[in-house]
């Protein structure tokens, strides 16, 4: 977060600062331009701990300064690590996200030349290189971006250039706004809200000098200005708050209907008609496509795997869910026709961003679902699929997921539709109905407590799918993990015998999803398998005998799958609760993932 005007620093980089804080942080600090020289305060820990020690002694009057929430990658969590970091004068301070992967070469180079290095970060060198060079800030950084390898977010401030902040971007976001009297810079557009309606998004490779009233942005290739233009800015500033649900995991899995709606709106019609031209998706596009790819990862990789199931089962179209992070190292070829869809709810990931960009070069048409029309992934494909989820602050993500398996339905029904093969309509208008059918449920639904207790107490819970649940299994698995760190694994129910069930014993409860009825009589096997093993048995869907039956109130495949990951997403909550650990922000995870 940087920030140039006439309101007190501090204040705007902390209130930016606080907007930023849902994606994960281990600590936090800022710099202030102070009268020729640099106040600089960072704690390892929550921002809290930050404006403690700003409050025992409290900063500069300053109208100038950056702030940073550090997610640790090279160095421990600690003090000195936290960004910004100064030169050796202190009168240069950087703060920087991204990984340089060439640190270890500029640090032995830098050493050499007899600077002090005060932390064990790639960030600090940036500081120490951008001493050297001729020119001024923006000449220097040029010079200092291009010697760094790997992906960055860097912005600069040098107490000698007053009002100007420079930033440069090499695949780690950066959104900047100005208004007459002072400029913004932000990692994202969010921490922006309170003080702007509309911003610039810096592209890959490219320089900006902010000052205020004034953004101009080059290429960092030969320094030639480029013209930008302005997106705008979602919501209205106001500070989201959790409400009566406390957290904003509960809150944001209650609201999960109203944003099935929004999904759904103007994009399926009361006859059972998909229409999804405001996304520029037309029938001719759809009907020239040969083979899907869909890359993503986490949560929104599950979405794709039942969107795969689905247009293999209804379309006959090929299509396969690569893990993005493994896409580009392992594929060197594309088939002509393939439509490459890239799922993401932050539209950041970076591994997905990568996959993107490889598939690109391989030749396909990319279409990209995304949480954020905004962000770098939407605006480096050709189709853009917005999920309307609104916002998501939680780490683990709940309506951004749904929302996902409901857009990629309607993808799946736009492909069965221009190739005159159209889902029943009563399908289709039984998915306009799951968001109140979802209402009532949601409202009713608890979980008992002997379940929530033996998932708390287990040294691992096992999810069991198949078709379409295996890949709810998975959701169900990682959403455990992320949110009460108890060990848990989805397998294939197919797979069970042949290794995990000799992981199954009395202790090990095993949950299975069984949303699809074709799978009942063998799920309710796999499930008896591990019952006769003294496991508490968990069944979803289909009635399979289980200790615990969990009926939906749908029979339709996407629909029960819908309901099916609400009480996967409650017993994450419940059983996180019971043993302690903090919701939103689980420990090690940030939300928007711009590292590899
Ligand atoms: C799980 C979760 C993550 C994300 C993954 C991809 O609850 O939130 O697994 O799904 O990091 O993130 P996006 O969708 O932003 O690309």
Redesign the pocket.
């Known amino acids: 977060m940087g920030y140039v005007g006439p309101k007190p620093a501090a204040e705007v980089l902390l209130g930016g600062l606080k907007r930023l804080e849902y994606r994960g942080y281990d600590s936090a600090g800022i710099a202030l331009a102070d009268d020729g020289s640099i106040f600089l305060q960072r704690k390892a820990g929550a921002l809290r701990v930050l404006e403690e020690a700003l409050a025992k002694s409290p900063p500069p009057v300053s109208h100038m300064g950056i702030g940073h929430t550090r997610w640790a990658t090279h160095g421990g969590v600690s003090d000195h690590n936290a960004h910004p970091h100064t030169d050796c004068s202190g009168e240069i301070a950087i703060v920087h996200n991204g990984i340089i992967e060439n640190a270890d070469d500029l640090r032995l180079e830098l050493l050499s030349q007899g600077h002090i290095l005060r932390s064990e970060t790639d960030s600090e060198l940036v500081a120490h290189m951008l001493e050297h060079g001729k020119g001024d800030l923006r000449a220097r950084l040029s010079d200092v971006a291009r010697r760094c390898e790997g992906a960055y977010a860097l912005l600069v401030m040098d107490v000698h250039q007053p009002d100007r902040l420079v930033a440069v971007r090499r695949t780690s976001p950066i959104a900047i706004g100005a208004t007459e009297s002072e400029a913004f810079v932000a990692s994202g557009a969010i921490a922006l809200a309170p003080w702007l309606g509309e911003c610039i998004y810096l592209d890959d490779g490219e320089i900006a000098d902010i000052r205020p009233g004034k953004i101009e942005v080059f290429r960092l290739e030969d320094l030639q200005p480029i013209a930008k233009t302005l997106h705008p800015i979602e919501g209205d500033g106001a500070m989201p708050d959790a409400g009566e649900h406390g957290t904003f995991y509960r809150k944001e899995l209650m609201e999960q209907p109203i944003a099935w709606r929004r999904v759904m709106a103007g994009r399926l019609d009361e006859l059972g008609q998909v229409d999804l031209s405001q996304d520029g998706i037309e029938e001719n596009l759809l009907r020239a496509v040969q083979r899907v790819v869909f890359l993503?990862?986490?949560?929104?990789?599950?979405a794709c795997q039942m969107a795969v199931e689905r247009l293999a089962d209804v379309v006959a179209l090929p299509a396969q869910a690569e893990l993005?992070s493994e896409f580009r190292d392992t594929r060197n070829f594309l088939e002509p026709g393939t439509l490459a869809v890239a799922?993401?709810?932050?539209?950041?990931?970076i591994?997905?961003l990568a996959a993107l960009r490889h598939a690109r070069q391989l030749g396909a048409n990319v279409l990209a679902l995304?949480?954020a029309p905004g962000s770098t992934?939407a605006r480096e494909s050709d189709y853009v699929f917005d999920l309307r989820a609104g916002f998501e602050i939680?780490?683990?993500?709940?309506k951004?997921?749904t929302t996902?398996v409901i857009a990629l339905e309607l993808l799946t029904a736009a492909f069965a539709q221009a190739r005159q093969r159209p889902l029943p309509p009563a399908d289709l208008q039984a998915l306009r109905a799951v968001p109140t059918v979802a209402e009532d449920f949601l409202s009713a639904l608890r979980l008992p407590k002997d379940l929530i207790d033996a998932c708390a107490a287990a040294p691992g819970v096992i999810f069991l799918g198949r078709g379409q649940d295996l890949s709810l299994a998975r959701?169900g698995s990682?959403?455990l993990k992320?949110l009460s760190y108890v060990w848990s694994e989805a397998f294939a129910a197919g797979e069970l015998k042949h290794g995990p069930l000799a992981l199954v014993d009395q202790r090990v409860p095993v949950i299975v999803c069984a949303t699809d009825p074709r799978h009942a009589v063998k799920l309710r096997s796999s499930l008896a398998e591990a019952t006769a093993r003294g496991a508490y048995g968990v069944a979803i869907g289909s009635e399979l005998g289980a200790t615990l039956q969990l009926s939906l109130p749908l029979k339709e495949r996407i629909g029960a799958y819908l309901l099916g990951a609400l009480p996967l997403q409650l017993l994450a909550v419940d059983v996180a609760e019971a043993r302690g650990c903090p919701i939103d922000q689980p420990r090690n995870?940030a939300?928007?993932?711009t590292v590899e």
């Not at 993503?296 to 599950?302: D, I, K, V, Y």
């Not at 939680?394 to 709940?398: C, I, P």
């Open positions: 993503a990862m986490g949560s929104s990789l599950h993005a799922v993401s709810q932050s539209g950041e990931t591994d997905t995304v949480n992934i939680s780490v683990a993500s709940t951004a997921f996902q959701e990682l959403k992320e995870l939300k928007s993932v």
